[in-house]
């Protein structure tokens, strides 16, 4: 039997800016733009409202408000799925991703209407066509929401955010089959921000929402913007959003030890630069830090529907991951990406026990006490996370970090690791 190493739970303190009560803030914001829109509304006019597969902080809450302050302008707004291929690129799929979100149609007061066909609305400057979502098409209105944050694939000064669903989100699964095609020629922040600016100038864009949020998983901006200005803003807080992302509190480490991976996490399942590894090759170049040898994910969100897309740049997964993954959804959003080299299925373990036992015997002549780990809930939960004993010394040079347990065995329930916080 091999030993495992004992445990520290540490929390790190990140900057913390934050806004406290989200709904009265995007109603405010909304409020100053009254003015700007009031000549481009009428009475009994239709809203679509583009709603993104992410686990947003505050999500119900902000779409709830966003239907209210719609229909307080005798607008009549509903919900549409703005998400690509997720959820199985299916309308029903979509929908369900969507409540499992929490965004149902009995706590935000609209309707859900959720359908793939799609129409043509032009074509970017490098000839390619841009797709749109035709339920939002024929709306009188649209007002796209998204968090605007770094995209785990790629680099750039507009990553993942108002842009991208405005692109890929509405475009539905026939344009983000067509973008991410032409992102392997072109660049994907080339062609998020070509295919936005023709979206933003060709159609019936009323207005967009944005969000930023901190290492703690909380809004900390929330705007309403103008499409004309929605690129130069974004680039503003996606910026901001990388000052204050959070990331592992050291930069190298033997085994890095998930819990869970989600499409409500990250398009990945896993935030790559979170974690060091990206594997697109012919997208991005690899992060130099942080620098992981190792990396298993021990289970996969029910949100999620079984798309595991991702997850074949790790060493290792477990059998209750395993079990969950639905091969055709998750190779339908690989394909979509065009990012084969994600679709491998990595070594399978049978519990969490059986796994860091055999990634101990994967990083070389190193000693148990010796083996540095550290765990993590997900790659959204940073704030508080778990460290090998072996780490002790550093913490102590670290005004950044708290030690919040002291060290104590790992902990197994049916073999899999309990939970941590």
Known sequence: MMTFPQ??????????????????????KIDNLKDALASRIAPGQSVAIACPSRGIASY????????????????????????????????????????????????????????????????????????????????DHVVPFNRIKKHTDFEGDIES??????????????GAEIYHRAMMTYGPSTIIKAGGRVVLEKTNILFAVGSVENGYHETAAL?????????????????????????????????????????????????????????????????????????????????????????GIFDLITSRLHNKVDRKATDLNIITSCLLEMGGLPCIAENDQEGIAILMRCIGMKKPHEIRIMRIRDTLSLDTIQVSENFSKELEKRPDLTLVKKPEPMRFKDGYLVPFI
């Open 60 to 139: 119900p809450l902000i779409i709830k408000t966003l239907v209210q302050k719609l229909k307080e302008m005798g607008l009549r707004p509903f919900l549409f799925p703005a998400m690509g291929s997720h959820g199985g690129a299916t309308a029903q799929g979509q929908k369900r991703t969507l409540e499992h979100l929490g965004i149902t149609e009995s706590y935000i007061k609209a309707p859900i209407r959720s359908s793939l066909e799609t129409v043509q609305i032009g074509t970017t400057a490098q000839g390619v066509p841009v797709m749109m979502d035709r339920l939002a098409y024929e709306a």
């Open 161 to 174: 955010g108002l842009m991208k669903i405005c692109v890929i989100g509405m475009g539905k699964f026939e």
């Open 7 to 28: 445990m520290l739970t540490i929390r790190q303190n990140f900057e913390r800016p934050v806004i406290s009560d989200p709904a009265t803030h995007l109603a405010e």
């Open 223 to 311: 705007e309403a913007l103008l499409p004309s200005q929605v690129e130069s803003e974004e680039k503003r807080l996606l910026a901001w959003s990388k000052a204050i992302s959070p990331g592992l509190p050291f930069d190298e480490a033997d085994i890095l030890l998930i819990d869970r991976a989600g499409k409500e996490i990250a398009g990945s399942g896993v935030d790559y630069k979170v974690v060091g590894r990206i594997g697109a090759p012919l997208f991005t170049p690899e992060p130099k830090r942080p620098s992981i040898r190792r990396i298993m994910v021990s289970d996969l969100t029910e949100a999620s529907g079984g798309n595991a897309c991702g997850l």
